[in-house]
């Protein structure tokens, strides 16, 4: 023993601060066992991301081992996604610390699920993936739910294939989700729930329609009720009702039929596997009201009914459920005035029709209501004999006269030229109205085409009897200038009467032309009766005068003439003689006396202007014959 004690030599590189310090493994030693420790543990960093197992938990905490020297501890808050987490269940954490101040390893569940989310999200929107979510609260519109630890909107229309009413039965549960919409810009993600439920629904609705034929009977329940038509559900695939084959009757609402959640038998009309598409019947259960019908129903028979539509041209009358005849308008009176079917009636109302045409095979009925009614027409002779004086009413006006109204059913024609005995009338809206009452002559009767040709001015007495005796050719009258036109104008003459005059009659003596509105003496130069024309002359008056002084000049020279030859045909006597100056005197006297008789003649001329009615004057042809072709033209 002492001999060995004896041999011992100091080791060269023995490390005496170590030993100082209690350590008993040297620097070598010590890195060898921490390499071989390391070894046996995960390399973690970090800010990352790893997968650990749940070894153990509780109501506050769950304990993550994801292989490193210590555990991790996770508030179980979140984890309140997955009510179904367990001991063993493998988990994504985050590493937020290795070693705390205490040595505690510092996991979070909850940034481990958002590093990660968006990376799932896309990938189950591209790949149709269902993934879980919790539904954390209620918002508007919808539910907000936690998927992969990013909060998701569920809107209310997504969340079941029925209409939700109570959203709050959803809080705080788990369900199936798939992703129909990312926003990354705004970092918003759509989910649906009702997108599964359609997709089993789809896979019902293959395996129902593969089995339907047209004509079966099926039992179903009505789920939605619309305007047009009724929703029903055959147990997976839902059909349509359209409103018009809910009842052979018409109907304003499928409401009157059908209602919510009640069950009904339909019949399958049609059906589109493509579109997976099933129209159904009600109405088609029950026998057609036409084939019903009382077969002794016939042309003529008197039926009554409601009345169910109403259109311009006539009205739908229901006479039994079902089955409907058409009165037209032209058929509600006897009337040929022309009247919308809103005149005679409206909606509901009863109203009695005699049938006019029957087709049982077409299924359709044409009514009237005139025919119970007597046809004005039939004693119009009688009732309404020509000559025969009444008060009709204006109904509608045409450039060629008015058509007025007797009674219903009982109308005729006021031609324009028959509406006023002295006025040229253009257009009847000069005399009457639209609507007003006017007094008529009946003038003829044509009850095979029911037209009377009636009259206004009828009822007084044709003033042109007297006119004639008035305004005589040669006549001269004082009018006023009314209207110009390129042919001549218009001249308003006494007793309410219209004359007219060609543009060269309306030449003053001092040659300017006549203007609207001016006072002038006219003479008449062509009087119509038949006509009911009057053609006056301003100009002719003075050219009258001047024409009959000029020939008054013209006899006096040539009877000078006449006796200066007679003197030169007489001998000359050298010496004048007191019978030569005799005979001088009285050549005098018998030249003056021709001019004081040439003087009164145009006094007379002047004269006649005061006396119209007791001096008429003829006129030259070839004039006449010239202003008559210019009236003609203006006619």
């Given amino acids: 023993m002492t001999d060995n004690l004896k041999n011992v030599a100091p080791i060269e590189d023995f490390d005496w601060d170590s030993y100082a310090e209690g350590d008993t493994y040297s620097k070598q030693d010590k890195e060898k066992l921490i390499e071989s420790y390391n070894n046996t543990l995960n390399k973690i960093n970090d800010k990352e991301v790893v997968t650990g197992r749940v070894t153990s938990m509780n109501k506050r905490e769950v304990v993550v081992n994801i292989g490193y020297k210590s555990d991790g501890v996770v508030s179980m808050n979140e984890f309140r996604y997955n009510p179904d987490l367990k001991v063993g269940d ?29 990376e799932r999200v896309n990938a189950a929107m591209e790949n149709n993936e269902v993934i879980k979510g919790y539904i954390k609260c209620r918002t508007k519109g919808g539910m907000i739910v936690d998927v992969f630890g990013i909060e998701a909107f569920l809107p209310g229309s997504q969340i079941d294939v029925k209409p939700i009413r109570d959203y709050d039965m959803f809080v705080d549960k788990t369900m199936e989700f798939k992703v129909v919409k990312i926003n990354p810009e705004f970092k918003n993600v759509v989910v649906s729930h009702k997108a599964l439920i359609e997709e089993e629904l789809e896979q019902q609705k293959k395996e129902i329609i593969s089995k339907l034929e047209k004509g079966q009977v099926l039992e179903g329940t009505v789920k939605n009720i619309t305007s047009y038509g009724v929703f029903v559900d055959l147990g997976g695939v839902d059909g349509l009702i359209h409103i018009t084959d809910l009842s052979w009757g018409r109907i304003q609402h499928p409401e009157e039929v059908v209602h919510l959640d009640e069950k009904i038998n339909v019949v399958i009309l049609d059906f589109d596997d493509e579109k997976k598409r099933i129209a159904l019947g009600l109405k088609q259960l029950t026998p057609h009201p036409w084939d019903a019908l009382d077969p002794n129903l016939k042309v003529g028979d008197v039926v009554k009914g409601k009345v169910v539509v109403l259109a311009d041209y006539g009205a739908f009358v229901e006479i039994a459920p079902g089955v409907e005849g058409l009165i037209h308008v032209s058929e509600m009176s006897w009337t040929q005035h022309l009247h919308s079917a809103q005149d005679f009636m409206k909606v509901g109302d009863e109203v009695e029709a005699v049938i006019l045409t029957l087709d049982r095979d077409e299924r359709k009925m044409s009514l009237g209501m005139k025919q119970l009614k007597p046809d004005p027409w039939e004693n119009i002779e009688e009732k309404y004999p020509v000559g025969s004086t009444h008060t009709a009413i204006v109904r509608n006006f045409t450039n060629f006269g008015a058509f007025v109204e007797i009674e219903e059913g009982v109308e005729g024609l006021v031609h324009i030229s028959d509406l006023s005995w002295t006025k040229k009338i253009k257009h009847p809206s000069e005399v009457t109205e639209i609507g007003a009452p006017i007094e008529v002559q009946v003038l003829e009767i044509d009850k095979e085409n029911r037209r009377l040709s009636l009259g206004h001015k009828q009822l007084e007495e044709n003033p042109w009897d007297v006119f004639e005796t008035i305004f005589m050719v040669g006549s001269i009258h004082e009018g006023t200038i009314v209207e110009m036109m390129d042919k001549g104008a218009v001249v308003a003459l006494p007793y309410g009467v219209e004359g007219f005059a060609t543009p060269k009659h309306l030449v003053k003596e001092d040659g300017s032309q006549a203007q609207v509105d001016e006072k002038l003496e006219f003479k008449v130069i062509e009087f119509n009766k038949d006509a009911k024309r009057i053609i006056v002359s301003h100009s002719r008056i003075f050219e009258d005068e001047q024409n009959a002084e000029k020939s008054s000049s013209k006899k006096l020279k040539r009877q000078g003439k006449k006796e200066e030859n007679e003197s030169a ?25 021709e001019q004081a008789v040439a003087k009164k003649e145009s006094k007379a001329q002047k004269k006649a202007k005061e006396k119209e009615a007791e001096t008429p004057v003829a006129e030259e042809k070839a004039a006449d014959t010239e202003v008559k072709s210019e009236t003609d033209v203006k006619d």
């Fill in 569 to 593: 045909s007489t001998p000359m006597i050298e010496k004048t003689t007191l019978g030569d100056i005799e005979e001088l005197a009285a050549l005098k006297e018998r030249l003056d006396n």
């Fill in 90 to 118: 493998e988990v994504e954490v985050y590493i937020e610390n290795q070693e705390d101040k205490k040595g505690q390893l510092i996991l979070s569940h909850k940034s481990a699920r958002a590093a990660r989310a968006w």
